[in-house]
């Protein structure tokens, strides 16, 4: 590329980029992550039935937690793709490179593959079970295509490609990277209609593997690549601070963002190494938890108006004095708690024969079969409580307990500025 070229007028001839969207602003990302299925339902003008309350689950309401990491995670993939460009003769050799290294001597390890001078970016998305993380990831990947199918490009070097632009797989339970690697292999056919994974469970060592599926994915451009549930039972903290990590860190240094989505225990070992931190938070760490109190502006502006505010029934609920104090009291301010909390209240109402929500109808529901299990987890983010929490084993007692002191000391901070300002 000419240095003293348009770097715009440069990316509307890049084909990794043209089936894209375009970039949004804040406030274009919040319309477009908002989703709501009860269109798709009213064209079928049925009579709802139960079943049709758990469409709810689908609802995206856009925070602005949500939002900021939409913002990064498409910047990511966008600055990957321009980065790559085909068009540029050395990213059309680079992707060769790794076929021609000597499988028979990478052995177990990976000290003689090339690294590439500029890696990609990565992120980190965290946050305890219920919080709306893999919830806020489905609503920004619904916007993009994952399979864009490329004709004869003399220019880029092929005669037809299917480019990856994204891909998502979860870790796998036996903390294997062989096993994660068939996986991403495994949908990776499945996406493009390949046959690669044949190829990659013939080879003997977790590197060749390793160089087999890095080299599939940069031949298909993945625009990223996104690991799900990591989860203490699927990647013990040892193995998260060693060989997973340096698996991880090859993938950026083949110019492939990662997007690593779970609970912060897992995160551990990988967040006490400052070199570590930089590289796969350089694109962001993205904390999701519940809301601190019903006072909180995303619980009061977004998640109580949005979600509580659905229904299949013919009428609005009946009024609740200190709606938003309730139901913070009743979910812990967990995203997904008052999904679920919503659902059984329309439910117990659809039961009863009633039009709309009523106090009786919420009370039933809260000690419904879906919601009791619930209560002693919504007791401890309701109360604050470091001590019952921990007796829960998935929970992140330290995370959450940051997460609480941060917010106390911006309001207090908050306060004292007020006071400071008052004549």
């Known amino acids: 590329m000419n240095e003293t070229m348009d770097l715009f007028a440069w990316d509307v001839g890049n084909p990794l980029l043209v089936k894209l969207p375009e970039e949004k602003s804040f406030l274009e990302w919040g319309a477009s992550l908002r989703y709501d299925p009860r269109e798709k339902w009213r064209r079928s003008r049925q009579v709802p039935r139960e079943s049709h309350f758990h469409t709810i689950e689908e609802v995206n309401i856009p925070t602005e ?80 295509p994952q399979v864009v199918e490329h004709g004869p490009n ?24 062989s096993t994660l690697l068939y ?57 998260l601070g060693s060989d997973f990590v340096a698996l991880f860190l090859r993938i950026l240094n083949c110019g492939i963002p990662l997007v690593l989505v779970g609970n912060p225990i897992a995160f551990g070992h990988v967040l006490d190494f400052s070199q570590d931190l930089r590289r796969l938070t350089s694109a962001g760490m993205f904390n999701f938890g519940p809301v601190f109190d019903e006072e909180d502006p995303e619980w009061k502006s977004d998640l109580v108006p949005g979600i509580w505010s659905w229904t299949l029934l013919p009428k609005e609920d009946e009024y609740i004095p200190d709606l938003e104090s309730l139901l913070y009291q009743r979910t812990g301010g967990a995203h997904d708690f008052l999904v679920k909390y919503r659902r059984e209240s329309l439910i117990e109402a659809h039961r009863s024969g009633a039009d709309s ?11 419904s079969p879906s919601m009791i299990g619930l209560h002693k987890l919504i007791a401890c983010y309701v109360n604050k409580d470091d001590a019952l929490l921990s007796s829960i084993s998935d929970q992140p007692v330290g995370y959450l307990a940051d997460m609480w002191a941060r917010e106390r000391a911006r309001r207090v901070a908050t306060a004292d500025q007020k006071r400071n300002q008052t004549p």
């Open 183 to 239: 996986t991403m292999v495994k949908e990776i056919d499945r996406l493009l209609e390949t046959s690669y994974a044949a190829d990659v469970a013939k080879r003997k060592t977790v590197g060749e593997k390793i160089v087999d599926v890095l080299q599939i994915l940069m031949v298909h451009r993945c625009g990223m690549l996104i690991l799900e549930e990591v989860q203490v039972r699927n990647v013990a903290p040892v193995v």
């Open 65 to 144: 937690r949500s939002i900021r990491f939409s913002l990064s995670a498409y910047s990511m993939l966008l600055v990957s793709l321009r980065r790559r460009d085909p068009r540029l003769p050395q990213n059309r050799r680079r992707i060769y490179e790794l076929a021609e290294l000597n499988r028979e001597r990478l052995g177990k390890e990976l000290e003689s593959m090339v690294w590439f001078s500029d890696g990609a970016t990565g992120l980190i998305l965290q946050g305890p079970t219920g919080c709306s993380k893999s919830h806020s990831l489905d609503a920004f990947l619904r916007l993009l």
């Open 357 to 367: 929500v009523s106090l009786a109808h919420m009370n039933a529901a809260f000690y």
């Open 154 to 177: 003399p220019d880029c070097g092929w005669m037809a490609l299917k480019q990856l632009v994204y891909l998502k797989i979860p870790m796998p339970p036996d903390a294997s990277r």
